[in-house]
């Protein structure tokens, strides 16, 4: 069966620090992984997905399928990247997500 | 506003009581999703619809819930003889037929008393 595995619940950082948050998945087809992101008091929307290999707000993530990783990555924090973050992996034709626990991210001045 | 909405916002009921949900999602998005979160848990899949099929359920969805999309419009997502283990958040999303990234609802939060 398929998981996400997002093994920090908090993450604390100083402004200007680098950030990784990580996500490991267990599926045993060809994986699609997202990272969605909740700010505080808003709903949850979708921050960026591996096939797009974008940068969506200085953020990051490399589908590493030797380590079944995806780890969300962005070099320099900042105050408004606190947020809660969550990583998820599409399964089946149906565009259905497995979702991670999360992991609140808090960025500290 | 053209997102997706959800009807209420809270919801406070009592043991047994029924309570029905509604969504309506982005009007050209012919798929819609629920699903359930609970306190320190990420959302967990309940069931979509495609226009008006619903084409899959989650395990998590015992007989006491219902979902109807009529019309392939606005769903709903009925718990009937609601358990104090029903208390969650109850999100919906849409995704457009040619997308990938859903669009989330803000969610109802049912508390059962």
Redesign the interface.
């Known amino acids: 069966a398929q998981r996400?595995t997002q093994p920090e619940?908090l993450l604390s950082v100083f402004k200007g620090a680098p950030v990784e948050l990580k996500c490991n998945y267990s599926y045993s087809g060809s994986p699609?992984l997202?990272w969605?992101v909740q700010y505080s008091r808003q709903?949850?929307?979708?921050l960026l997905?591996h096939i797009s290999r974008e940068s969506i707000k200085g953020f990051t993530a490399d589908l590493n399928k030797g380590e079944t990783s995806f780890h969300l990555k962005k070099p320099f924090a900042q105050e408004e990247d606190s947020a809660m973050y969550?990583c998820?992996l599409?399964t089946?034709g149906?565009?259905?997500?497995?979702?991670?626990?999360?992991t609140q991210l808090k960025v500290e001045l | 506003d053209t997102?997706v909405s959800q009807d209420p916002r809270h919801k406070i009921t009592k043991r047994g009581q029924n309570v029905t949900f509604r969504c309506d999602p982005i009007s050209e998005h012919n798929?819609l999703?629920w699903y359930r979160q609970t306190l320190?848990?990420?959302?967990?899949?309940l069931t979509?619809f495609?226009n008006e099929a619903q084409?899959?359920k989650s395990r998590l969805l015992s007989d006491r819930f219902s979902a109807e999309r009529p019309k392939g419009s606005f769903s709903t997502l009925e718990i009937q003889r609601t358990e104090q283990g029903d208390s969650a958040m109850y999100?919906c999303a849409s995704?457009n037929p040619t997308g990938?990234?859903?669009?989330?609802?803000?969610?109802t939060r049912l508390t059962v008393v």
């Open positions: 996400v619940k699609e997202f969605y709903r949850l929307q979708l997905r969550y998820a599409r089946g149906g565009n259905k997500l497995t979702f991670g626990t999360g | 997102g798929r999703y320190g848990q990420g959302p967990e899949f979509y495609q084409l899959e999100l995704v990938y990234g859903y669009t989330f609802g803000s969610g």
